[in-house]
């Protein structure tokens, strides 16, 4: 018997955003952006900013968002080296987009504190 469903295709958008979420969809990667959107920062600033952010994840996710165009690595020729991190202009480009997802998020989805609040509220009419 022949299946009616029509086969599944990623549309030249939707790959775009396959793309896009592959990288960004990582946990702590939006926040790095985000947090090397106010300038170029070193690694230990970055740590204290993303605390409770391990060392090897956010290295990984430095890695990875370079190997990706978004963030170059400066070595400084001090004693010892020093070493920050920017975005890059592809970099720069997708804050604007952060914020609006930022933004979104804010207004359409229940934080985690909230839906605890009003579970609670809930259970205590209930009695």
């Not at 204290?48 to 890695?63: F, G, M, Q, Y």
């Not at 968002?65 to 400066?74: K, N, P």
Request: aromatic letters at 4%; a negative charge; glycine letters at 8%.
């Amino acid at each position: 018997m022949e299946s009616s469903r029509e086969e599944c295709t990623i549309h030249h958008c939707d790959a775009g955003l396959v793309r896009a979420f592959e990288l960004l969809g990582k946990r702590w990667s939006g926040l790095v952006l985000g947090t090397l959107s106010d300038g170029p920062a070193s690694y230990s600033e970055m740590r204290r900013a993303l605390i409770p952010i391990t060392d090897s994840v956010l290295s990984e996710r430095l890695n990875e968002l370079a190997a990706a165009g978004l963030v170059t690595r400066s070595v400084k020729d001090t004693r010892p080296p020093g070493v920050s991190y920017q975005l890059t202009g592809a970099g720069v480009a997708i804050v604007p987009v952060l914020d609006q997802l930022a933004a979104w998020a804010t207004e359409h989805l229940v934080s985690r504190e909230m839906e605890l609040v009003e579970n609670d509220s809930n259970a205590g009419g209930s009695r």
